[in-house]
């Protein structure tokens, strides 16, 4: 199956809260016949604009292709959340890495945060970027963990952006029965992730790089000076090609392909909540709980309430996408289980074992990034500045990341499917049991 065209109409973005409140971009024409540049860039969502972007202006010629539009994919569909850290908690990370690598993950999840940041201030991004994300408890064993970390986060690593809340204070930030107390990032943020997508694009297109739409790469061949992006009516030379495709890859590269696994998340758009925000979030702050098949929630600029979450067990999106999201919005928010949705979406993101990136190197002219697990719109972006870095001669940060021990998916790509069923059957269950 073909995710880029088994749930979408070609070309199109989907007919999101997003699309509906973002300024499109004019169409790039698609490739036809033979280009050269310095590197080619497969993908534009966050990881390949960013690295577009970065390397235009470090004088390379760029070109970039997508096979739909920019921000077509996950970048463009995401629930726009900034937040701190890896997805992987740092206690986690120091058992998996040693105190000394994962020291230096925490550094650069900080200067991911800054880096997004200064991209929207420098190229001035209008995606109304707002501060505090706030990780909900729904238990009480959840809820300990949640303090300890935020006291290790402190101890250890002196970050005091953290306001830690119990049941009654949280009640001031979001007003759900569903949750025990929790801890609000200060230090993170949120954003429209369309028109952070957007931006990028525009920006890098100033910078002078060719960006091609509607242009599917099918092959890729590296030789020994050069590598060649054969796509459906045409062809890229470059010294250099970075793969920045994540859930959209299919058989590009089976190297990359059999550590990440794409899954489908769906999001719904309530009707404005007018005076109803106070009885839901008090503070404009973006919500993630700690469910396995995880809620994330936050208010639009035009006070609807954006709600991300249900379960998907196949590739194909289901009929009814409302259906799908307004169950778990019902548990978190009973007082708008019958509120109107004006629009619902879906869209297909990737995930690793270990829930950290994948930065590799499938060839000796070739860079890969993928697999952000659900923490893309800060380290999709990074980690296209850093592909930038190593093929500009500055290897540490794309080595620092791709040093992280990477497992394979038993059976690589061709089992992934089967194994998402499975997956997300138990771990759904034990969603509901409370486990």
């Known amino acids: 199956m073909n995710l880029l065209?088994?749930?979408?109409?070609?070309?199109?973005?989907?007919?999101?809260?997003?699309?509906?409140?973002a300024t499109p971009l004019a169409p790039f024409a698609p490739l036809k016949g033979v280009v050269r540049a310095d590197v080619c860039v497969v993908g534009g969502g966050y990881t390949g604009l960013s690295a577009a972007l970065h390397l235009a202006q470090m004088d390379r010629d760029v070109v970039l292709i997508d096979a739909q539009r920019v921000g077509f994919g996950a970048s463009g569909?995401?629930?726009?959340?900034?937040?701190?850290?890896?997805?992987?908690?740092?206690?986690?990370?120091?058992?998996?890495?040693g105190t000394a690598h994962a020291a230096q993950l925490w550094e650069m999840a900080e200067a991911t945060?800054?880096?997004?940041?200064?991209?929207?201030?420098?190229?001035?991004?209008?995606?109304?970027?707002?501060?505090?994300?706030?990780?909900?408890?729904?238990?009480?064993?959840?809820?300990?963990?949640?303090?300890?970390?935020?006291?290790?986060?402190?101890?250890?690593?002196?970050?005091?952006?953290?306001?830690?809340?119990?049941?009654?204070?949280l009640q001031s930030v979001c007003r759900s029965p569903d949750y025990l107390g929790g801890v609000l990032d200060r230090g993170a943020a949120h954003?429209?992730?369309?028109?952070?997508?957007?931006?990028?694009?525009?920006?890098?297109?100033?910078?002078?790089?060719?960006?091609?739409?509607?242009?599917?790469?099918?092959?890729?061949?590296?030789?020994?000076?050069?590598?060649?992006?054969?796509?459906?009516?045409?062809?890229?030379e470059a010294q250099h090609v970075i793969l920045a495709c994540n859930g959209y890859l299919g058989a590009l590269n089976d190297q990359v392909a059999g550590h990440v696994m794409p899954i489908n998340n769906f999001i719904a758009a309530t009707e404005p909540l007018g005076d109803r925000v106070a009885d839901v979030l008090p503070r404009d702050v973006a919500v993630a709980d700690d469910r396995f098949v995880v809620n994330y929630f936050r208010l639009s600029h035009d006070g609807r309430l954006l709600f991300g979450g249900g379960e998907s067990y196949g590739y194909r999106f289901p009929r009814d996408i409302g259906a799908v999201v307004?169950?778990?919005?019902?548990?978190?928010?009973?007082?708008?289980?019958?509120?109107?949705?004006?629009?619902?979406?879906?869209?297909?993101?990737?995930?690793?074992?270990?829930?950290?990136?994948?930065?590799a190197r499938p060839g000796q002219r070739i860079l890969s990034a993928s697999?952000?697990?659900?923490?893309?719109?800060?380290?999709?972006?990074?980690?296209?500045?850093?592909?930038?870095?190593?093929?500009?001669?500055?290897?540490?940060g794309f080595d620092t990341m791709s040093a992280i021990p990477?497992?394979?998916?038993?059976?690589?790509?061709?089992?992934?499917?089967?194994?998402?069923?499975?997956?997300?059957?138990?771990?759904?269950?034990?969603?509901?049991l409370g486990l």
């Open 326 to 359: 307004r169950k778990p919005l019902s548990r978190v928010f009973p007082q708008l289980k019958d509120i109107p949705f004006d629009y619902t979406w879906g869209g297909t993101l990737a995930i690793t074992l270990r829930r950290l990136p994948y930065l």
């Open 191 to 236: 954003l429209h992730p369309l028109r952070y997508a957007l931006g990028l694009a525009r920006a890098a297109d100033q910078a002078g790089v060719r960006i091609f739409e509607g242009t599917m790469a099918q092959q890729i061949e590296e030789r020994p000076e050069k590598v060649a992006v054969r796509t459906d009516a045409g062809a890229i």
């Open 113 to 169: 945060k800054s880096l997004v940041k200064a991209l929207i201030k420098k190229h001035e991004i209008d995606c109304y970027l707002r501060p505090g994300v706030l990780h909900a408890a729904s238990n009480a064993r959840s809820l300990r963990e949640e303090l300890a970390y935020a006291e290790h986060l402190e101890r250890v690593y002196g970050y005091t952006e953290l306001e830690t809340l119990d049941k009654d204070a």
């Open 371 to 396: 697999g952000y697990s659900g923490h893309g719109v800060g380290n999709a972006t990074h980690a296209g500045l850093l592909m930038a870095q190593a093929v500009a001669g500055d290897a540490e």
């Open 5 to 21: 065209t088994a749930n979408d109409r070609d070309g199109q973005y989907p007919d999101s809260w997003y699309a509906a409140t």
């Open 77 to 97: 569909r995401n629930g726009g959340q900034l937040g701190s850290g890896q997805r992987v908690d740092q206690i986690e990370l120091e058992r998996l890495l």
């Open 406 to 432: 990477a497992r394979r998916f038993p059976g690589g790509a061709a089992l992934r499917s089967p194994l998402l069923v499975l997956a997300m059957t138990w771990y759904s269950l034990r969603d509901r």
